[in-house]
């Protein structure tokens, strides 16, 4: 075999595996007469899709040539496939399926929950100026397991909204996920901190059998606060410290490139299940 048709044979670049996409990401895409349909192997269009996850390059410069071993797609038919998976919520599913495949390597001793800013450089929807990072930015929450493993986030909102938007919504939103996904939640601790402290929180946390976890916010009242708090466990929030540096290698997700929320949210469940997928590898080893 010549050098240039060895060459040809292997990606330029790859996010996971093979054989993990495969085993872990392949099994969700539909396929039928409405489903998925292409010359060029699945788990190579999903490779294409981690790429610029990963390196957050535009669409129209994806290195197809590289990342085709025989039938190469144009760049556009790459990207209709990623925007009718993601409307379809099929990444959304394949976390769920996979969460659901390995509950053991989640440690749900504790968990908490972190807002994140990201800078919208496109603008598009649910975005909004932020003052305190003096630019348009998207706002979501985010749920990691005691080891740093995000597990679920809330739908996004404009920037110019703080943590406690709408919070009753946005926190059943990221619970129901985990029900969803055969997750339980009864006694479950859960780490906010001070921006978090709302009682419309703590009850809807009650009512779900969770223990909110949440530093008292000194503006809030002159009063003595007499909420359980467990300030070595509060210790313990580092770790989704750890989740926001995970999340933000990816440079898809690090900056929001993408106008529409499907995208957006596409991306960091597939940035998810990157990180889980390379933590289950490191375990089977």
């Known amino acids: ?31 039928g007469k409405r489903g998925f349909k292409s010359k060029a192997p699945i788990c190579e269009i999903i490779n294409c899709i981690l790429y610029k996850l990963k390196t957050g390059i535009q669409w129209y410069l994806l290195p197809v040539l590289q990342l ?45 929950v972190d807002g994140s800013h990201t800078p919208a450089l496109r603008g598009g929807e649910a975005v909004g100026y932020q003052g305190r990072k003096k630019r348009k930015t998207t706002n979501a929450l985010y749920l990691s397991d005691r080891n740093g493993l995000p597990l679920a986030m809330s739908i996004p909102v404009c920037g110019n909204h703080n943590d406690l938007f709408n919070i009753e919504k946005h ?16 006694g479950l601790f859960v780490n ?76 960091n469940y597939l940035a998810f299940i990157v990180i889980a997928c390379k933590k289950m590898m490191k375990k089977s080893r």
Request: aromatic share 14%; proline share 2%; net charge neutral.
């Open 192 to 267: 906010f901190d001070a921006g978090f402290d709302a009682e419309n929180l703590r009850l809807r946390a009650s009512e779900l059998g969770i223990i909110a976890n949440i530093a008292h916010n000194k503006r809030n009242s002159n009063t003595d606060n007499d909420h359980y708090f467990d300030h070595q466990l509060y210790k313990e929030r580092y770790a989704i410290e750890r989740t926001n540096a995970w999340l933000d290698s990816f440079r898809s997700v690090l900056n929001r490139f993408d106008t529409t929320i499907t995208s957006w949210i596409g991306f």
């Open 1 to 31: 075999m010549s050098a240039a048709k060895q060459k040809k044979s292997y990606p330029l670049y790859q996010v996971l595996s093979k054989d993990t996409i495969e085993l872990e990401i392949a099994p969700y895409i539909p396929i």
């Open 171 to 186: 926190f059943t939103e990221m619970t129901n996920f985990l029900q969803e996904s055969g997750i339980s939640l009864d």
């Open 68 to 112: 085709f071993s025989k039938e190469v797609l144009h760049y556009k038919t790459v990207f209709g496939y990623y925007r009718q998976w993601c409307k379809a919520g099929i990444w959304r599913a394949c976390w769920s399926g996979i969460l659901q495949n390995n509950k053991s390597m989640i440690d749900l001793s504790s968990a908490d």
